[in-house]
T-cell receptor, first 114, second 111 residues
Framework: DSGVTQTPKHLITATGQRVTLRCSPR?????VYWYQQSLDQGLQFLIQ???????AKGNILERFSAQQFPDLHSELNLSSLELGDSALYFC?????????????FGSGTRLTVV | QKEVEQDPGPLSVPEGAIVSLNCTYS??????FMWYRQYSRKGPELLMY????GNKEDGRFTAQVDKSSKYISLFIRDSQPSDSATYLC???????????FGKGTTLSVSS
């Protein structure tokens, strides 16, 4: 167990729907990163939060949004889902803002859009 | 050109072989280099971390960084079936916030 908890582990939903993925960072970690992993694109950075504030955005679609709450857990919201959004979504956390010391990843949420 | 290039493999070796995994990158500002191991249906786990150029050894694993060539390597000695996984290189610059990952190389070690 890495200490980063992601729920749910699996999610199957229909096109056009909206889902929420949840992440609880490792105890003491203030920074949360969301990544999408697909077979053709690999791990793609979506967005980063540090202590409740958005710090960096990557290749995140406008249909996607995220937030980090006062208790430091984070949620990734995916709306108007398309077949191409099917992927593994990972959350990772670090103590500091920069990722220079490496991330601790959760086990991921496998999203299947049908 | 992608910022980080990594041959996806698959790479199949017999138990006990020396494995060499490599990545190239284009951003000369990258300072921090990491290797992650990802087992099937699991999240990536940090294996090796190197700052700037040079070598780092940890047990059967050696990470090398050649910044002049923009090339990093991971060597696995005496490979074991338990090393069968996908290996991802990752890197970022000193002021950056997000790690940039290679697509990963899938390794299979047969007994």
């Amino acid at each position: 167990d890495s200490g980063v908890t992601q729920t749910p582990k699996h999610l199957i939903t229909a096109t056009g729907q909206r889902v929420t993925l949840r992440c609880s960072p490792r105890s003491g970690d203030l920074s949360v990163y969301w990544y999408q992993q697909s077979l053709d694109q690999g791990l793609q950075f979506l967005i980063q939060y540090y202590n409740g504030e958005e710090r960096a955005k990557g290749n995140i679609l406008e249909r996607f949004s995220a937030q980090q709450f006062p208790d430091l857990h984070s949620e990734l919201n995916l709306s108007s889902l398309e077949l191409g959004d099917s992927a593994l979504y990972f959350c990772a956390s670090t103590k500091v803002v920069g990722a220079s010391y490496g991330y601790t990843f959760g086990s991921g949420t496998r999203l299947t859009v049908v | 050109q992608k910022e980080v290039e990594q041959d996806p493999g698959p790479l199949s070796v017999p138990e006990g072989a020396i494995v060499s995994l490599n990545c190239t990158y284009s951003n000369s500002a990258f300072q921090y280099f990491m290797w992650y191991r990802q087992y099937s249906r699991k999240g990536p786990e940090l294996l090796m971390y190197t700052y700037s150029s040079g070598n780092k050894e940890d047990g059967r694993f050696t990470a090398q960084v050649d910044k002049s060539s923009k090339y990093i390597s991971l060597f696995i000695r005496d490979s074991q079936p338990s090393d069968s996984a996908t290996y991802l290189c990752a890197m970022n610059n000193q002021a950056g916030t997000a790690l940039i990952f290679g697509k990963g190389t899938t390794l299979s070690v047969s007994s």
